[in-house]
């Protein structure tokens, strides 16, 4: 089976950081193309950013400089790194398999909040 589990997320101050971790197994993770969206209360999901099976990178505008996702191949996670937090930022956060599959998480919350 293949399963996507999140965690990480919570409650913290406006300034403040996050590490946000998925849990991957039931498949090939290391060749996988991997993913974290957001999606906000009256928005559209968003792409975050993305990580290739090459490590190569992707951010959105809104995150570059603050947000940064890695991952590691012999312990099947990806992780989103976020500093300098906002109350924008508020937002349910899902891993996602880019590629080979179209598979998501269930999501962690993250709410940013004085």
């Known amino acids: 089976q293949v399963q996507l589990v999140e965690s990480g997320g919570g409650l913290v101050q406006p300034g403040g950081s996050l590490r946000l971790s998925c849990a991957a197994s039931?498949?090939?993770?290391?060749?996988?193309?991997m993913g974290w969206y957001r999606q906000a209360p009256g928005k559209e999901r968003e792409l975050v950013a993305s990580i290739t099976d090459t490590f190569a990178t992707t951010y959105a505008d809104f995150v570059k400089d603050r947000f940064t996702i890695s991952r590691d191949n012999d312990k099947n996670t990806t992780t989103l790194q976020m500093t300098t937090l906002k109350s924008e930022d508020t937002a349910v956060y899902y891993c996602?398999?880019?590629?080979?599959?179209?598979?998501w998480g269930r999501g962690t919350q993250v709410t940013v909040s004085a």
């Open positions: 039931g498949f090939s993770f290391s060749i996988a193309n």
């Open positions: 996602v398999i880019q590629w080979p599959y179209d598979v």
